[in-house]
């Protein structure tokens, strides 16, 4: 069978949170170059020029306001749904390991990376259950058998209850035509990490240094960079995909080969 990559979302309906920078604007980018209409998500207007087939909605997916606004877009916007992908995470707790984390950390993570993705998929779900099809991937992390404890433990506590929860999540679903994977990265070159790395670089002494020393922090890199949102978003559009077909249930990790375990 011959798929036309160019076109190969076309009539496709798409939901992408967190998609007006990162990881999440690459994976809008790329669909909706590929056919699909896309409806995406942030907390603040974005300021970056339109793409052709996307809507934008402003609202909190770890508020349940925020999970209704979006239910309403999508039926009223895009009449359904064939594609959710959750890419909206991240982590704001203090280093210190975890005796420094308080209660509001916790929560707030576990809402930001893990429950505002349950919310809408028991929304979203029962559109999918009701035209027999649809595909839904989470972005999870490395971080989930990896954890750096310094800095990130509740954040990776919850990317691995997010892989879990996927798992347990695509036994019910895969049945009824619904497709669910998860993504893990590692360490992508977004422009938040690019912040970081500037951030680094007055201490370090040069950009160089600064992106060395953070690779370093997680073992090495075997092939001796960062990855990009576009090589992300490659694969999310792959695994939502006709030519993913049979893919359901499992965990595709992109970090250049950082994990050192198989």
Known sequence: MKYSYENEFTGKRALVTGGTKGMGFAIVKRLAEAGATVLTTARTIPSDDHIQNVHFIQADVTQSEGTALIVEAVKEQ????????????GSSTP????????EEDWLQTLNLNLLGSVRLDRNLLPFMVEQGKGAIIHISSIQRTMPL???TLAYAAAKAALTTYSKGLSKEFSPKGIRINTIAPGFIQTEAADRLIDRIATVAGSREAALQDLMNSLGGIPIGRPGSPSEVAELAAF?????????????YVIDGGTVPTI
Not at 78 to 89: K, P, Q
Not at 95 to 102: F, K, R, S, V, Y
Not at 240 to 251: K, L, M, N, Q, Y
């Open 78 to 89: 895009l009449g359904g749904i064939d594609i959710l992908i959750n890419t909206v995470g």
């Open 95 to 102: 280093p210190g390991g975890a005796l420094a984390l308080t």
């Open 149 to 151: 404890y310094e800095t």
């Open 239 to 251: 695994l939502v995909s006709d030519r993913a077909a049979s893919i359901t249930g499992s965990e």
